[in-house]
């Protein structure tokens, strides 16, 4: 069992990890041998809460199919295990993401000072250019 969060966690069994040959860099290995990690997992196997999932579905974005599977494709690494881990590790994000519930945004004013400032600023600013004007000479 992989711990997702306090209220969460996910079967090792519900991962499905295939090999596939991996693109970029890698020598003669590259075409040889299957070291890109492919995961997939359903998030229909899980329980979460309706808004987490709206919140994994955005995340996912185009990771997650029309039938609610995510696959993630891990080629970072040369060897196997490093992109099965990097995979898991990418899909454990992913839902630990989904899971916090953004904390809403509380409209401010901008204090009496702050307004007082910005004035102060502009006025001066309106001078130095009023000033450039009155310097003028008519020869």
């Given at each position: 069992?992989?711990?997702?969060?306090?209220?969460?966690?996910?079967?090792?069994n519900?991962?499905?990890?295939?090999?596939?040959?991996?693109?970029?860099?890698?020598?003669?290995?590259?075409?040889?041998?299957?070291?890109?990690?492919?995961?997939?997992?359903?998030?229909?196997?899980?329980?979460?809460?309706?808004?987490?999932?709206?919140?994994?579905?955005r995340?996912?974005?185009?990771?997650?199919?029309?039938?609610?599977?995510?696959?993630?494709?891990?080629?970072?690494?040369?060897?196997?295990?490093?992109?099965?881990?990097?995979?898991?590790?990418?899909?454990?994000?992913?839902?630990?993401?989904?899971?916090?519930?953004?904390?809403?945004?509380?409209?401010?004013?901008?204090?009496?000072?702050?307004k007082?400032?910005?004035?102060?600023?502009?006025?001066?600013?309106?001078?130095?250019?009023?000033?450039?004007?009155?310097?003028?000479?008519?020869?």
């Amino acid at each position: 069992m992989l711990r997702v969060s306090r209220d969460l966690t996910i079967d090792e069994n519900d991962i499905e990890i295939g090999f596939v040959r991996a693109s970029g860099p890698g020598g003669q290995n590259v075409n040889k041998l299957a070291t890109a990690a492919q995961l997939r997992f359903d998030t229909r196997k899980i329980t979460l809460p309706e808004d987490a999932a709206l919140r994994l579905n955005r995340i996912a974005g185009q990771r997650m199919t029309k039938e609610g599977v995510i696959v993630i494709h891990a080629q970072r690494f040369r060897t196997q295990e490093r992109n099965r881990a990097d995979a898991v590790d990418r899909l454990l994000e992913m839902l630990r993401e989904a899971m916090v519930r953004p904390i809403p945004r509380r409209a401010t004013k901008p204090t009496f000072g702050s307004k007082q400032r910005r004035l102060e600023g502009k006025k001066r600013r309106s001078d130095i250019k009023a000033k450039r004007n009155t310097a003028r000479f008519d020869d």
